[in-house]
């Protein structure tokens, strides 16, 4: 290897041809311990936040061992020798075989010349018992963000893949990752999809995500370069699913393309919601996680857009989740922190520009969430009225929980029950809708010691999912979900009461409505089909 007259790093790295497999790498990263949690204890990722001098994180990954190698050169970027390199790629094995050497990788363009030594362009990030390529970070390296300087897997992306909705069969399917950055969502659809278009506007996001799918051994994506639908135009209508967790921030511009794109305050946002519902066809969904700026009224304006969008396009329902909300000024040290500002380096100055800006734009408060979307054209209730009832639009106040899973079966049951309740010529139709609970319903029963005896509280259910949804509930609550497992309507399921119970029919029919409707507004019930007239 010869040295080159500037730094290998600075040229771009190829964007063009195939997904090169590089699933024997992760393979053989995962074989020599390239794992998170010994990544950790070696130093050479952070622990609980916090990160290592880079001389002590350097001085703790030195040795030969092949996980102290590839630690050296996929996680702190540094320069390695090519012999030493390959041996701990192989095993010293012939590579040819099984195992992705040195000079694959070289041609794949992530490992570069570096003189006489080999250095990574990216650093290969585990997430799960997956890799995914992002430029190192300046606590590694000490070298600053470039403004292509491409993202890792942060918690936005996890939500974005927990709420998308997946095609439950991937046969004849289309999907979208718009905005793929390192390519995280592709790799998730390509498990579920068909043939899934993953696009971004950066040249170097879109050769960091072809190293991140041949990691993941993803061979049915396709990479395109382009802002926001524009290069997958053609495509329109024919979208079972669209995710996005774009460069959603709201704030000066900091230089970054994967932050922001140079657009003033939620423009990012209000595009895709406006432009995604006609890219997707008849019953396919849209999962957008982002920020958005409001007044008191927090969900008043991607309602607006939402209802201008599904009437271009002919029928858009939409759930519009609030995780949390921040004051302008809270956001802005929040992301002050992102953009790897140390909390002691914050000045008065820096908090008085974001202000500046937020004042300029009229910015009161920014909320992070969720936008989720799903194409429907209403049906008509009466053909000879030519009458239909409107799309949905949901918005309510959720937590988000990591270790809640992946959320598209209950997507998927809390738009089925709101579009059964929007579809209903009236609210008592739901007697004869035949219902079932959501499998994996969960009851939870406390129990508090009190003057020297335990005394039960009301129980507490708990829908599956990532969307934390606890409702506290009573004894005919109980009974009630216990007797819809779809085989029965909600009028069979109180007439089983009534014979166990008595009562009177009319007002346990009217309660049961009641409760049925938040259920299925919530996704604890889903329609198990309409036998009404």
């Not at 790093?9 to 190829?14: K, Q, V």
């Not at 916090?50 to 030195?62: G, H, I, Q, T, V």
């Not at 009466?382 to 899973?405: H, I, K, M, P, V």
């Not at 004869?432 to 259910?461: C, E």
């Amino acid at each position: 290897m010869n040295r080159a007259m500037t730094s290998p790093l600075e040229r771009s790295p190829p964007t063009a041809g195939p997904i090169v497999d590089l699933a024997p790498l992760a393979a053989r990263l995962r074989e020599v311990g390239y794992v998170a949690d010994r990544l950790k204890r070696l130093g050479a990722l952070p622990s609980g936040g916090d990160w290592l001098p880079r001389f002590e994180a350097r001085r703790r990954c030195e040795g030969t061992e092949p996980l102290h190698v590839l630690a050296r050169v996929f996680c702190l970027g540094l320069a390695e020798d090519p012999e030493r390199l390959d041996d701990a790629l192989t095993g010293g094995r012939d590579s040819a075989e099984t195992r992705l050497g040195l000079e694959t990788l070289v041609e794949a363009g992530l490992i570069v010349a570096d003189g006489d030594m080999a250095i990574a362009r990216a650093w290969l990030a585990p997430v799960g018992d997956q890799y995914f390529a992002r430029d190192f970070s300046k606590h590694m390296t000490g070298r600053e963000h470039g403004n292509a300087h491409v993202l890792g897997v942060g918690l936005a992306s996890l939500m974005a893949a927990h709420l998308t909705v997946r095609p439950r069969v991937a046969a004849g399917t289309l999907a979208l990752d718009l905005g793929t950055g390192q390519g995280f969502q592709a790799a998730q659809l390509g498990l579920c999809a068909e043939r899934v278009i993953a696009t971004d506007v950066s040249p170097r996001a879109i050769a960091f995500a072809r190293w991140s799918l041949g990691l993941c051994g993803v061979k049915n994506a396709e990479l395109r370069e382009g802002s926001f639908f524009e290069p997958v135009e053609e495509s329109r209508g024919l979208f079972d699913v669209i995710t996005s967790n774009p460069p959603f921030m709201i704030g000066p511009d900091p230089g970054v393309v994967a932050f922001s794109n140079g657009l003033v305050g939620d423009a990012v946002t209000e595009r895709i919601v406006r432009e995604a519902p006609s890219m997707l066809k008849e019953g396919g969904f849209c999962t957008i996680v982002c920020n958005w700026h409001h007044d008191e009224d927090w969900d008043a304006r991607p309602r607006q857009w939402i209802r201008e969008a599904s009437n271009a396009c002919g029928g858009c329902d939409a759930w519009l989740i609030r995780c949390k909300t921040h004051d302008t000024r809270s956001y802005a040290l929040a992301w002050l922190g992102e953009l790897d500002t140390a909390r002691d380096e914050i000045t008065p100055e820096m908090l008085d520009r974001w202000q500046a800006y937020y004042e300029a734009n009229e910015i009161g408060a920014i909320s992070f969430g969720a936008i989720i979307l799903g194409r429907r054209t209403p049906r008509s209730i009466a053909r000879e009225s030519g009458l239909s009832r409107a799309n949905f639009f949901r918005a309510e106040t959720l937590d988000w929980q990591q270790s809640g899973g992946m959320g598209s079966e209950q997507v998927r049951r809390v738009f089925a029950g709101l579009v059964l309740l929007s579809e209903l010529p009236d609210v008592n139709g739901l007697l004869d809708v035949r219902l079932k609970a959501a499998p994996g319903l969960a009851m939870d029963q406390t129990s508090i010691l009190t003057s020297g005896a335990w005394r039960g509280v009301r129980p507490t259910l708990r829908t599956p999912g990532p969307l934390q949804c606890v409702t506290t509930i009573d004894d005919g609550v109980q009974g009630l979900l216990a007797g819809l497992d779809g085989t029965r309507t909600l009028r069979e399921a109180v007439e089983r009461m009534l014979g166990d119970l008595g009562g009177n029919r009319m007002a346990a029919q009217t309660w049961a409505i009641n409760q049925a409707r938040v259920f299925l507004e919530q996704g604890t019930l889903t329609p198990g089909g309409y036998v009404g007239g």
